[in-house]
C-alpha cells in the first residue's frame, strides 16, 4: 500500500449476512429476495413503517424494536434495496476513517485491532467503513477530507489520533460534518471523543519505577505534536515533580513513532554522560525498538535498564525480554467509536459525548515493577 493512494471500503458483515440467509433460504425452495417489509412487519405484529424506520435508523424507534426488527430480519434473509435508500434518506450509510501511515504498510499493528473494531460495530448497526491511508499532517492528508466531505462520499467521520492544533478537527467544525475523535482536542471539547487516560497512566509507571529504585527515568516520544503524547509527558513530568526530581531535558527524545525510531532514540539515550536506568516509550513498538538497541550494546532490558511500551500489541509478549507495557483496549476503542460516531448521525446525542477509559498495568520481564 501506498500513502495516499489507498481506499477500499469494508462491506459491512450485516449485509454478507442477509446475502448467505437468502441463499440458504433460496435453496429451500423460496426465490431469493422474496422477503419483503411487509412480511417482517407480519411477523413482529408492527406496522410496515415502523419496520421501515427501524432499518433505516430513525431515532423515533424505540431501541429495544429496532435491535427486534434488525435481528428478525436477518433470520427471514430480508435483504434492503441500499441505493433507493441511500437515495431517499440522501445519505451513504458510510463511515469514514483516514489512517495516518508513516510507510507502504500499516506498520502499526495498533489499527488493525482498531478497524476490527469499528468495522464490526458498523456491520451491527448497517453501515460501511470506508478507509483511506495518508501520511500524517500534510496537504494531501488534509485534502482527502475535502474530498470525503464536499464530496459526501461518507456521513461521519471517525478522526484518528488527535494533534494540538489539529487541523483536521478544525476542517470539520468549520463544515460541520459528523465526527467523533480517538484522542482529545486543544481547539474545542465540544466534541464527542473517546480517550485513554495515557497521562494518569504513564504517571503510575513513573511512580512505580521510582519505587523500584530508578531516579534517572527517560521517556521516547514521537516527533509528531500528538495530544496522546503531550498527555503522557504530562504525566511523567508530575510523578518526577511530586518526588523531588530534576526532568532533564535530554532524557526526553522524540522519534518516529516505529520500531527504529525507537532503536535511534535509545541509542542516542545510551550515549549521553549520564544515561537512563529506565525508559517510558510511547508505544510497543518503540518500546521494542528500544529493547534492540539495549542487547546491540550488550545489555538486557529488565536488568540493566527498565524499559515500559504502551498499547500491549500481540508482539509485545513474545518478544525477549517480554514487555512490560500498559494495554489499552483498542479494539473495544473502535466499536466505542464507531457507537457513538452512530449516535451522531441517528441524532440520538443531545450533546458531545466524552468516554476516558483507563490503561492497565502489564508487567512482565522488560520493567519489574
Known amino acids: 500500500m501506498t500513502p495516499g493512494e489507498v481506499s477500499f471500503i469494508l462491506e459491512a458483515t450485516v449485509s454478507k449476512t442477509f446475502w448467505k440467509q437468502e441463499k ?36 423515533d424507534v424505540a431501541p ?61 448497526e448497517g453501515f460501511d467503513l470506508f478507509v483511506a491511508t495518508m501520511l500524517p499532517d500534510t496537504d494531501d492528508e488534509l485534502q ?55 497521562e494518569r497512566g504513564v504517571q503510575m509507571v513513573v511512580e512505580r519505577l521510582i519505587a523500584a529504585g530508578h531516579r534517572h527515568i527517560a521517556m521516547l516520544q514521537p516527533d509528531l505534536p500528538l495530544m496522546f503524547a ?14 523531588g526530581l530534576p526532568v532533564k531535558e535530554t532524557w526526553i527524545v522524540r522519534r518516529p513513532l516505529t520500531e527504529d525510531g525507537g532503536y535511534q532514540g535509545m541509542q542516542h539515550l545510551l550515549r549521553l554522560r549520564t544515561p537512563p536506568t529506565a525508559v517510558v516509550a510511547g508505544n510497543d513498538q518503540m518500546a521494542i525498538g528500544a529493547i534492540r538497541a539495549l542487547q546491540d550494546r550488550g545489555l538486557r532490558a ?29 479494539y473495544e476503542i473502535g466499536q466505542h467509536l464507531c457507537r457513538l460516531l452512530v449516535a451522531v448521525l441517528r441524532r440520538e446525542a443531545d450533546g458531545p459525548r466524552h468516554l476516558l477509559l483507563q490503561p492497565e498495568l502489564i508487567v512482565r520481564e522488560s520493567a519489574r515493577l
Open 230 to 243: 503531550l498527555l503522557r509527558e504530562r504525566g511523567y513530568r508530575r510523578a518526577m515533580r511530586a518526588h
Open 24 to 59: 440458504f433460504a433460496a435453496g429451500r425452495g423460496a426465490p431469493m429476495g422474496e422477503v419483503r417489509l411487509r412480511d417482517i412487519a407480519e411477523r413482529l405484529g408492527v406496522s410496515v413503517t415502523t419496520v421501515s424506520r427501524a432499518l433505516a435508523g430513525y431515532n
Open 302 to 330: 529488565g536488568s540493566d535498564v527498565a524499559v515500559v511500551g504502551f498499547d500491549d500489541i500481540p508482539l509485545a509478549r513474545h518478544v525477549h525480554p517480554s514487555l512490560t507495557t500498559l494495554r489499552q483496549p483498542i
Open 144 to 198: 482527502a477530507y475535502r474530498r470525503l466531505v464536499r464530496g459526501r462520499r461518507v456521513d461521519g467521520i471517525i478522526v484518528v489520533r488527535t494533534r494540538v492544533a489539529d487541523r483536521r478537527v478544525q476542517f470539520l467544525l468549520e463544515q460541520q460534518f459528523p465526527f467523533i475523535t480517538f484522542g482529545r482536542s486543544t481547539i474545542t471539547d465540544h466534541v464527542s471523543w473517546v480517550d485513554v487516560d495515557g
Open 64 to 124: 429495544k424494536t429496532r435491535q427486534l426488527v434488525l435481528r428478525t430480519a436477518r433470520e427471514m434473509g430480508y435483504y434492503p434495496n441500499l441505493t433507493a435508500r441511500q437515495l431517499q434518506r440522501r445519505r451513504t450509510d458510510t463511515i469514514g476513517l483516514v489512517v495516518d501511515v508513516t510507510g507502504p504498510r500499516f506498520s502499526d499493528p495498533l489499527f488493525s485491532e482498531l478497524l476490527a473494531g469499528v468495522g464490526n460495530r458498523a456491520a451491527r
